[in-house]
C-alpha cells in the first residue's frame, strides 16, 4: 500500500531512488524489494520517526475537530479508537446527523473538497493529482484553499 499511495514520492524526498510506477516496483524480486525497504529505513531520520510518533490521532480547535479518516457516531469525540480514526469510513460518511463538532478529515479521495454540513473532507488525492485542498478557518471566515503543482 505504501507504494500505490505516495511512498515512491515519500522515498525520493529521502533521496532514496525507487523505479517510477508501482507495476516496475511490484514486479521486481522480493530482494529488491527488501533492499528498497532497507535503504528508506535507514534514511530517515530517527527525529522524523519520532516526531511522528508523537503526533495525536486528533485534534480540536474551536469547532473543528480534524482526524485522518473520520469518526464513529455516537462515540464522545474524546473516547474515539485510534483505529477508526484512521481507517472508518462507510458509517461515518452515511450518517446524515450533526456530530459534537465540524468533522475535518481525509482518507477517502474526492475529485474537489467536499463541505457538508457535519463534515469537510480536504482528500483531493494530492499525492496524484497534484492538488493539496485545506480548509482555512478565519475567525467566522471559512473557505476552501486548493493549491495544484502548477501554482505552487
Known amino acids: ?6 511512498g515512491i514520492q515519500t522515498a525520493q524526498s529521502y533521496g532514496v ?18 533492499k528498497g525497504h532497507q535503504a528508506l529505513v535507514e534514511a530517515v531520520p530517527q527525529s522524523h520517526i519520532d516526531f511522528l510518533r508523537s503526533l495525536p ?9 480534524f482526524c485522518h479518516a473520520g469518526i464513529r457516531p455516537g ?11 484512521i ?3 462507510d458509517v461515518f460518511h452515511n450518517h446524515p446527523d450533526l ?7 481525509g482518507h477517502t479521495p474526492v475529485p474537489e473538497a467536499e463541505v457538508m454540513a457535519n463534515r469537510v473532507n480536504v482528500d483531493t488525492l494530492a499525492w496524484q ?3 493539496l485542498s485545506a480548509l482555512v478557518v478565519d475567525g ?10 502548477k501554482e505552487a
Do not use: C
Open 129 to 131: 493529482s497534484g492538488m
Open 17 to 34: 531512488a525507487i523505479s517510477e510506477g508501482t507495476s516496475v516496483w511490484f514486479g521486481k524480486a522480493e530482494s529488491a524489494v527488501r
Open 75 to 85: 462515540n464522545p469525540l474524546e473516547k474515539q479508537s485510534p483505529q477508526d480514526l
Open 140 to 149: 467566522a471566515d471559512k473557505r476552501i484553499l486548493t493549491m495544484t503543482i
Open 87 to 89: 481507517w472508518i469510513r
Open 1 to 6: 500500500l505504501f507504494i500505490r499511495f505516495g
Open 99 to 105: 456530530y459534537p463538532k465540524i468533522v475535518v478529515h
Open 57 to 65: 490521532f486528533s485534534a480540536t480547535f474551536g469547532d473543528f475537530f
